[in-house]
């Protein structure tokens, strides 16, 4: 079938089915559909079971982020990026309160840098124990492998509400350190989590790593040639699931991950089996970390003493800061005109951009696959839309 | 042999599921309304306004000097200051908020307000159970509504709230021991301006 018979696909669905193309049918998968993670929408054009056109609509969670950012003070749009990626609000505080120290020219304390690798590993752990188990769902696991990730989930919430006062929305991180000190016994409590977890991934690896029927749904499906990947600027478990060595915890070196000794987990393939393998690869890794940050941990303030709360006004100029959030690169670039909000505020989101190479993995593919691969992406609506 | 991973991954559903009738950390369910998870002393949710002593009007920390308002991300801060002063639960004359309203249904519970709060007059609650069938009146919290006492305030974070009253407490001393010098001075003879007593009461 050549291109040129494809009928248009419009943002809103409308009969395709005339009598010349009777073969071919548009149907709107979403906003509401169970697996489309939250409230995004495909406009698949099929032949049969087989996928000939894709294309993703967003933008039904749009709360003009960056826009309402530009309004508020510095402090004031803190809570706000909670909201993103509503799975890792620590990580996105700590984009965000990256780009404006680097905007500002603030240190951040030893023991705060600790504090933040800690809360930023354990919500990682997290990120990736829920998508592992959401992929599961999406395949039709209905309940046991989701359930088992959200037990350990919940122990990590946990955690981070004694920590930081809430599970989700957690608005810890400050320009210059962090909000406030572990309580009493927190630390003990997180070894005792930390050291727990791989026994959950053996358990999950013997639930599912060499289940046959995970195999025939995974491997083959949703390839991702790795000169796309990098071509579509998809960054993250995505392009590491490749086979492209890039982790900007190791390339960019921010806060202090040069003084852990991790490994980098590289797939070969690039389908959604190696997609879901590198994640769990990569929680074993973020263990390490976790353990050694845990060990080496020093006392000492938590906040940079010259930072003021109120009245913040960083010098004109601009910054990207940018760390290795769960889902990819997750960088924020801020302008500063000297004023107390900042002239440009801009999310560069993973999620979105990850989201770009959708159709290309899903063409030729069922439309039971288009499910499990979007799975695989790992999107956050709340990022994607913004 | 084919079949022998999904035979592998049975096997550790069962062992959960028997598990569950032996072991305790593997039954990790909590029926929520019989059972309850013990409270999170850090845990935030809406923030109420602390007044001391035994009457909320006259006790309450808050001088309405609109700092909270100002910095609320979402604006659910209502305040108007009122036009004369009232003796506070020092006796001293301050001002007070006239009305004092946040709109429940758009606050986020980000903290900032007593986070930038330098009276300490405005803190976090752990009331959850919220709900209401009015969405417009209900979902307006006057203030006193939001009025709860500062023993409340140390029954739900004690270890917040010592650190705060010995904080307040230290105050109150300093800017005793500097009145008292002031009067001992004033009956030396010694001129000084009376603004200095009044800018002892942000420090």
Redesign the interface.
């Known amino acids: 079938m050549s291109a040129a018979t494809l009928p248009a696909v419009h943002l809103t669905p409308k009969p395709s089915i005339d009598g010349s193309e009777g073969q071919l049918l548009e149907v709107s998968m979403g906003p509401q559909h169970p697996s489309t993670h939250g409230v995004f929408r495909m406009d698949v054009v099929l032949d049969g079971e087989q996928v000939v056109k894709l294309k993703p609509v967003f933008g039904y969670l749009h709360r003009n982020h960056e826009k309402i950012a530009e309004q508020?003070?510095y402090?004031?749009?803190?809570?706000?990026t909670?909201r993103l990626d509503y799975f890792c609000s620590i990580t996105n505080n700590w984009a965000y309160a990256l780009a404006v120290e680097k905007l500002a020219g603030i240190q951040v304390p030893e023991r705060a840098e600790y504090i933040r690798i800690i809360t930023g590993e354990l919500t990682r752990l997290q990120n990736h124990a829920c998508l592992i188990g959401f992929l599961m769902q999406d395949m039709g696991a209905s309940g046991?492998p989701l359930m088992?990730a959200f037990?350990e989930r919940?122990k990590i919430l946990?955690l981070l509400?004694?920590?930081?006062?809430?599970r989700m929305?957690c608005?810890y991180m400050r320009f210059g350190g962090c909000?406030?000190d572990f309580?009493t016994g927190w630390l003990q409590q997180a070894q005792k989590v930390v050291e727990a977890f791989p026994r959950f991934l053996d358990?999950y690896e013997?639930?599912?790593?060499?289940?046959?029927?995970?195999?025939a749904r995974t491997q083959g499906i949703g390839v991702l040639p790795k000169e796309l990947a990098v071509n579509a600027g998809v960054t993250g478990p995505m392009l590491r699931a490749c086979g492209v060595n890039y982790d900007i915890r190791k390339v960019d070196k921010y806060g202090i991950y040069d003084r852990f000794s991790f490994r980098v987990p590289l797939g070969e393939h690039g389908d959604v089996y190696d997609r879901y393998m590198i994640r769990l690869l990569e929680m074993r890794e973020s263990v390490k970390v976790l353990q050694e940050a845990i060990r080496d941990i020093p006392s000492g303030a938590i906040m940079d003493a010259k930072t003021k709360?109120?009245g913040f006004r960083p010098k004109a100029g601009e910054a990207y800061g940018r760390i290795e959030a769960p889902k990819g690169e997750l960088g924020f670039y801020l302008i500063s005109d000297g004023s107390p909000n900042p002239y440009r505020y801009r999310v560069r989101p993973p999620s979105l951009i990850n989201l770009t190479v959708l159709e290309d993995m899903c063409l030729g593919h069922n439309v039971a696959d288009v499910v499990v691969i979007l799975g695989s992406v790992d999107i956050v609506l709340g990022e994607v839309d913004r | 042999m084919f079949g022998e991973g999904l035979l592998k991954g049975m096997a550790e559903t069962a062992r959960n599921f028997l598990g569950s009738y032996v072991s305790k950390d593997r039954l990790t369910t909590v029926q929520f309304p019989e059972e309850r998870v013990a409270p999170i002393e850090a845990s935030r949710n809406f923030p109420f306004l602390v007044y001391d002593g035994k009457d909320w009007q006259q006790g309450m920390r808050c001088v309405s000097c609109l700092i909270c308002e100002k910095e609320c991300p979402p604006k659910c801060i209502f305040i108007e200051k009122s036009t004369d002063k009232k003796p506070d639960a020092t006796g001293k004359p301050q001002f007070y908020p006239a009305v004092f309203n946040i709109d429940v249904s758009v606050c986020m519970s980000c903290q900032i307000c007593v986070e930038v709060c330098p009276f300490d007059a405005i803190k976090m609650d752990v009331a959850f159970e919220l709900s209401t069938d009015n969405r417009f009146d209900d979902l307006l919290w006057d203030k006193q509504r939001l009025a709860k006492s500062n023993e409340y305030y140390g029954k739900i974070h004690p270890t917040e709230a010592a650190a705060v009253d010995a904080q307040l407490a230290e105050g109150r001393a300093k800017l005793e021991a500097k009145s008292k010098l002031t009067t001992e001075a004033k009956a030396v003879g010694a001129a000084v301006p009376s603004a200095q007593t009044v800018s002892g009461v942000t420090e």
């Open positions: 508020e003070t402090l004031g749009s803190m809570p706000y909670d046991t088992y037990r919940e946990d509400e004694a920590l930081t006062g809430s929305m608005n909000r406030v309580p358990e013997r639930l599912l790593a060499e289940n046959e029927i995970l195999m709360i109120r």
